[in-house]
């Protein structure tokens, strides 16, 4: 059973492969579900980690739906991954009505070439998880990323099984919650791999910052923050 970390920074990935890790999904950002990491730690991880990375292409957090620029910036982060020489891509797209955009997914799994192509947590949000699978298996993806539309994937075990014996060509990969207590549950199953961040806490700072910098008004599912153009006007408009 390949066990694959997904990892949030360069001490994360090399935690996952002194730990025995297959394979590892690096990202930036895990309080928000993960976004694309820097060229510097993708560079960093390429140069000092030797077990295969899969890089996650999200620019951003919230919804799985993109501006035409935000897609041009998935290509282009795509691109670079190619020439880098990692192994696989984690990516995807939906519509605001919670189908796939077939075409943009598509577009992004041949943009990936040769490197593998996982369909990432997107996936949870379907209306049809069923006819998607049918999808991605007819464009090439090689494995979904899920919890079995539910909390965790041992709640979604379910779906999981559902999604395992229907699929004829992808590797339904159960993630979400996935621990020590739990993997046999997966293992049992007969899954070929699991997905997991296996993350703690780590202190490093002798005491609390007075000032917190975290602000969770911002972390939205169905609305993303923005500029405000209104906003930036009237302070220009005010100090000249």
């Given at each position: 059973m390949?066990?694959?970390?997904c990892?949030?920074s360069?001490q994360?990935?090399?935690?996952?492969?002194?730990?025995?890790?297959?394979?590892i999904?690096?990202?930036?950002?895990?309080?928000?579900g993960?976004?694309?990491?820097?060229?510097?730690l993708?560079?960093?991880?390429?140069e000092?980690?030797?077990?295969?990375?899969?890089?996650l292409i999200?620019p951003?957090?919230?919804?799985?739906?993109?501006?035409?620029?935000e897609?041009e910036?998935?290509r282009?982060?795509?691109?670079?991954?190619?020439?880098?020489?990692?192994?696989?891509?984690?990516?995807?797209?939906?519509?605001k009505?919670?189908?796939?955009?077939?075409?943009?997914?598509?577009?992004?799994?041949?943009?990936?070439?040769?490197?593998?192509?996982t369909?990432?947590?997107?996936?949870?949000w379907?209306?049809?998880?069923?006819e998607?699978?049918?999808?991605?298996?007819?464009?090439?993806a090689?494995?979904i990323?899920?919890?079995g539309?539910?909390?965790?994937?041992?709640?979604?075990?379910?779906l999981?099984?559902k999604?395992?014996?229907?699929?004829?060509?992808l590797v339904?990969?159960?993630?979400?919650?996935?621990?020590?207590e739990?993997i046999?549950?997966?293992k049992?199953?007969?899954f070929?791999?699991?997905?997991?961040?296996?993350?703690?806490?780590?202190r490093?700072l002798p005491?609390?910052p007075r000032?917190?910098?975290?602000?969770?008004?911002f972390?939205?599912?169905?609305?993303?923050t923005?500029?405000?153009?209104?906003t930036?006007?009237?302070?220009?408009?005010?100090?000249?």
């Open positions: 390949l066990i694959e970390v990892a949030n360069l994360s990935a090399l935690n996952a492969e002194k730990a025995g890790a297959h394979r999904e690096l990202c930036s950002e895990l309080a928000v993960g976004i694309t990491p820097s060229y510097g993708l560079k960093a991880v390429r000092k980690v030797g077990i295969p990375v899969h890089v999200r951003r957090s919230g919804d799985f739906t993109y501006s035409d620029g897609f910036i998935m282009a982060d795509i691109a670079i991954c190619r020439d880098l020489g990692f192994d696989g891509i984690v990516s995807g797209v939906l519509k009505d919670y189908s796939l955009d077939v075409k943009r997914t598509k577009t992004l799994i041949e943009a990936s070439g040769k490197l593998k192509f369909f990432h947590r997107g996936f949870d379907v209306k049809d998880p069923m998607v699978l049918r999808e991605l298996e007819n464009l090439g090689d494995c990323l899920t919890s539309q539910e909390k965790s994937a041992v709640v979604g075990i379910s999981l099984e999604l395992q014996q229907n699929a004829s060509s339904i990969m159960p993630g979400g919650g996935v621990k020590p739990n046999d549950v997966f049992d199953k007969g070929r791999a699991a997905h997991l961040s296996g993350s703690q806490f780590v490093t005491n609390t000032i917190s910098m975290n602000s969770p008004s972390l939205k599912n169905d609305e993303i923005v500029s405000s153009v209104e930036i006007q009237k302070v220009v408009h005010a100090v000249k």
